[in-house]
């Protein structure tokens, strides 16, 4: 069991947060409990663990709906991503419930039925998700709707990919007021589809389609980050047919009927990545349960380069700062098999305290080097570049976004007013506080609690000496 919180969290469930539909796209508080108060220059030291991975448990979650018997997720986390699937679903008539374990969920997807368009506009929020939902319900339901959608400003996640991807299997789809009406006038068809970038959302929308689509379905050029093969997992356990080939093409083979499943969902390398990288900046020791060699093995070949240590067993991953000077390295980020983009900025804020010019290659998300003007303003010194300093050159290279950096250190970095950008971008803000001097007053705290699972707690069980005004100091 988890130590109760000293502060007033876990969040109530997401219908109780909505201010409506109205307000769709707005922070859920603007007032002083969406403000933390970090009080930094204490090492993170301790044990904290990670359970399942935000991009795969509320894809899973989804899959849950093309099943005719109930299905059985395992290490679920309790963050806003899950909240938002768990509703979608419970207005479709799905039930959700608590399994027999902690961080266990029963879904049962026998009374699947239409959901009221406002309802799902409101409890969308500024997810992306929803567009997830379009496959499973034109098999179930023959039609969907989907709302206009959000997301972290991290760059360009165009959505009409979906929607012709959609079209190729035979769906009819219509623009109407506040979204996307999508109809299936028959069975959906298998296709073949060459995705222009290895895109994580295509390629899961692609599966989740292609799986009870007469015949057979060739995806090129897809995605193959570890997320995405324990999707396939859980739809090869439903009872769907998919081969993934060494040239990123995957094969579905449509089937009639899936069944339910149950799985224990893969942790999250990602968030397990990001204590690892508070670890080094705030010179600290942590251990991370439930973090695995095999997902982030490019990870932490690049953490061993920059000159912090870790230590692998059978539970987890313990990362620390061994002292001395960190190294400057040159960073590119790719799709997996290579270094993953959710892993850069929490890095570049222990960059700023290694000795020399990093040099950093943003290729996934254009507006991802956006979040480093806070970190100038609290004494780093990096500057953007609109060209490739990578190894090769990107598709941004010719397209003006400034998604290259110089990150020129060691700085010491002062405590300083931060607005969160984005959910990465948000936590690197917390590790830049966590290792500035003085106090640093982070707005925007609601938008971590979609990927990382009580991070407040985790702070203060680390040693972090944190605040919410009004509340209790710890």
Known sequence: MEAPYPFPWPLPDLPQLRRGSTDRNASYMTGTDDVLLVHGGTPLEGEIRVRGAKNLVPKAMVAALLGSAPSRLRNVPDIR???????????????????????????????????NVADIDAHAGSSRIPILFCGPLLHRLGHAFIPGLGGCD????????????????GAKIEKREGGQYLEAPRRLRGTKIRLPYPSVGATEQVLLTAVLAEGVTELSNAAVEPEIEDLICVLQKMGAIIAIDTDRTIRVTGVDKLGGYTHRALSDRLEAASWASAALATEGNVYVRGAQQRSMMTFLNTYRKVGGAF????????????????????????????????????????????????????????????????????????????????????????????HSAVVSGPTKLQGADLVIPDLRGGFSYLIAAL???????????????????????KLVELGAKVELPGVTKV
């Open 81 to 115: 991503d899950v909240r938002v699937v768990r509703g979608l679903l419970q207005l479709h008539g799905v039930t959700v419930r608590p399994g027999e374990e902690p961080g266990e969920l029963v879904l049962d997807p026998t009374h699947v039925e239409s959901a």
């Open 154 to 169: 991290i760059g360009g996640r165009p959505i009409d990919f979906h929607f012709e991807v959609l079209r190729q299997f």
């Open 311 to 402: 230590d692998i067993d059978d539970e987890g991953i313990r990362f620390w700062h061994p002292g001395g000077s960190l190294n400057a390295i040159a960073l590119e980020t790719d799709v997996h098999p290579g270094f993953q983009t959710d892993w850069q900025q929490p890095l570049v804020v222990a960059l700023t305290q290694a000795a020399g010019l990093s040099i950093v290659h943003e290729t996934v998300y254009e507006s991802r080097l956006g979040f480093t003007s806070a970190l100038n303003q609290m004494g780093a010194h990096i500057q953007l570049y609109g060209e490739c300093l990578g190894g090769s050159d990107c598709r941004f290279g010719q397209r003006n976004f400034q």
């Open 435 to 457: 290792a500035a001097q003085g106090t640093s007053r982070v707005h925007g705290i609601e938008l971590i609690n979609r990927g990382y699972e009580n991070f407040m707690q």
